[in-house]
């Protein structure tokens, strides 16, 4: 069985963890989001990328879920000696060397694709992990507070303001002019299901989507989703203050018609949402929080199944209709 | 008083500490040696203006001369665990930092000069201290192993080797078409006297010798060395490699005559050298030995004295050809 996954970072990452552990005979292919990369002292950072790999290849921090396990900052504190900043980016001393092996990669002219490769040459994830673009897309949030009206870069807002700042709009700037990186097609083309996780539906999924190409690709698929929205609130993040940014109510059913027909075929919501019909779309309920190994894995078995059932219906009717 | 020193690392910073105790009213200028930094991880590594800066700045390591006090290694041992070398240089997480802010710099487009002055800021080093130039001036040795006859740069050479292979030649590749760093030539003709410490008579301050303009600007002044050969042996480091490598005995006295003369005007030989004479240059021998601060500061002294003679000497010369 190949699945394709769309990823963001901590939610994306723990589902994916559970996914291995449902269908460890499932080859996967993971597009990740690079829309909240950022450079920081000269290096870049992929948040995304590195959470998924972390997590995947047994180095995360997992009370945080981000950054690296048996952290130090050593770096960072030398950083700050000399006033170099920002102090707001958590980065620690192993987080800096995959930033350093990046950025040298990088310099040396190889493709975000290909650096994501050999860093996972270390890490073993499990799964494929390619970059949704090797383009530069970068997530901007317009803000305003007492400096004015401005585009902020995406990691300002949500790690420095934490989000508490309201969003007037949120653009993946050069996503327009963004093509998929090498792989991404032909991974969507080649799946029996496609499978978004409980990310942040507008800056990673939606992110992920906006790259040309890409959202038609999974619409041709079978597409099931698992909401990031239970009883009307984020499980974890901030996902509420991005969906009220594009004028999308936080919750299961609002997310669900966001990512619009004809792209989802099944959902999964919460017990909480039980109620939830979306025209269209396939609603289950179950439980979902990811509250340990058991029932991440119980969610993302729940996923691939409803995928699978749907899949075949469809089969089924299409042989009907021959 | 105005002071220059030419120097390269652990032996000039060194002399630069007790020349500063010694006499902590004067106003000196370190020119440093550029000639063996190197691009690591893609970033600039300058291994003898670091040693100068976190030497006057109290962050060396006192036992090794080089690399901050208190290191860690977690950013080298991270990217060795990625296969990322080279392993024999080592890079502590308190000198990456000093080394990302650098790159950053460079990259943003300011002069190493000012990059340097900007990392000083957080060092007070008590000295001004400038590069040699701002050019990229990069010392290469010419081995012969069972890969052939090659160049290597300086410190595959000094460090990985460990100077253990002969080295044929030694050459300080793109000095020739290299400007003195702004300040430079402006801080030795404003001097009262220049000082070469037991630095590397080859590939310390023969490179910055060897940047034009910086040795005519020397010789017209008055110039006093310390022998860094006591009793025809290196004080520390390999400095007896490099001048076998172009010929020169390791003795005090030929290291004298490398100078030339018209460059020194007064020279400090250990007292094991006290036989030492050498045409047109006023030869003085004391223990040189930097064993302790104490001793360090006299014999930068001695120096300043021997320098101050000599220049009053000169003076009355003047005065009484009128």
Chains 1, 2 share one sequence.
Not at 9 to 15: D, K, T
Request: glycine share 10%; aromatic share 6%.
């Amino acid at each position: 069985m190949k699945i394709v996954c769309l990823a963001g970072g901590i939610g994306g990452a723990r589902f994916l963890r559970g996914l291995r552990e449902a269908v460890p005979e499932a080859e996967v292919t993971v597009i990740g989001n690079t829309g909240d990369d950022i450079s920081l002292f000269g290096l870049r950072v992929c948040p995304d990328l590195d959470t998924v790999m972390y997590t995947l290849g047994g180095g995360i921090n997992e009370e945080q879920g981000w950054g690296r396990s048996d952290e130090t900052f050593t770096v960072k504190e030398e950083l700050a000696a000399y006033g170099v900043g920002p102090a707001w980016f958590g980065l620690g001393d192993r987080d800096f060397a995959t930033h350093i092996v990046r950025t040298q990669m990088l310099e040396a002219g190889y493709k975000l694709s290909a650096v994501t490769e050999a860093l996972c040459d270390r890490w073993n994830p499990g799964v494929r992990l390619i970059p949704m673009t090797d383009d530069q897309v970068e997530t901007h949030v317009v803000i305003e507070d007492e400096k004015g009206r401005r585009a902020v870069h995406f990691q300002e807002w949500w790690v420095r303001l934490r989000a508490s700042v309201p969003a007037l709009s949120i653009a993946a700037v050069g996503a327009e002019d963004a093509k998929p990186a090498p792989g991404v097609l032909a991974a969507i083309e080649a799946a029996d299901a496609v499978l978004f996780p409980p990310s942040n539906p507008v800056v990673s999924i939606g992110t992920i989507l906006a790259v040309p190409g890409i959202r038609d690709a999974v619409a041709a698929k079978t597409v099931v989703g698992v909401s990031p929205i239970i009883g009307g609130a984020p499980v974890r993040g901030m996902a509420d203050a991005c969906l009220t940014a594009i004028g999308v109510e936080t919750s299961a059913r609002a997310v669900a018609e966001l990512y619009g027909l004809g792209l989802l075929d099944g959902w999964l919501v919460d017990e909480a949402d039980a109620d939830v019909r979306v025209e269209g779309i396939d609603v289950r309920s179950r439980p979902l929080l990811m509250s340990d190994a058991a029932a991440t894995a119980a969610i993302a078995r729940a996923a691939v199944d409803l995928a699978m059932e749907l899949k075949a219906t469809e089969q089924k009717r299409a042989e009907d209709a021959e």
